[in-house]
């Protein structure tokens, strides 16, 4: 699975974005996704994760409530809505995937199948 991050830029706090994830390679629809994020001098985090139907979800705290993941499965994109962004949100976004993952504790090392990251900066 190939994977390909869209739709970063610039948005000032409290304001919305949606990020797209794109893949390519017919095994898509069974792998779960997730989305990541790292921040300069900071560690890669586990923003969110969906299961390969779509029927769970798994959110970091710290964007519980503001950001919803979901997926389509026929245009092999997965999506990350984000709302009432925050600055500390900043940092560059990555998707990927994996065909085994616990949902309810998804890690950065379960996750294989990287795509290049979008660029997002929320400013106060």
């Known amino acids: 699975v190939q994977l390909q991050a869209s739709g970063g830029g610039s948005v000032q706090a409290g304001g919305s974005l949606r990020l797209s994830c794109a893949a390519s390679g017919r095994a898509f629809s069974s792998y779960a996704v997730g989305w990541f994020r790292q921040a300069p001098g900071k560690e890669r985090d586990v923003v969110a994760a969906i299961t390969w139907t779509g029927s769970m979800t798994y959110y970091a705290v710290f964007v519980k409530g503001r950001f919803t993941i979901s997926r389509d499965n026929a245009k092999s994109t997965v999506y990350l809505q984000m709302n009432s962004l925050k600055p500390e949100d900043t940092a560059i976004y990555y998707c990927?995937?994996?065909?085994?993952?616990?949902?309810?504790?998804?890690?950065?090392?379960?996750?294989?199948?990287w795509g290049q990251g979008t660029l997002l900066t929320v400013s106060s």
């Open positions: 990927a995937a994996a065909p085994f993952v616990s949902i309810t504790t998804p890690r950065v090392a379960d996750f294989s199948s």
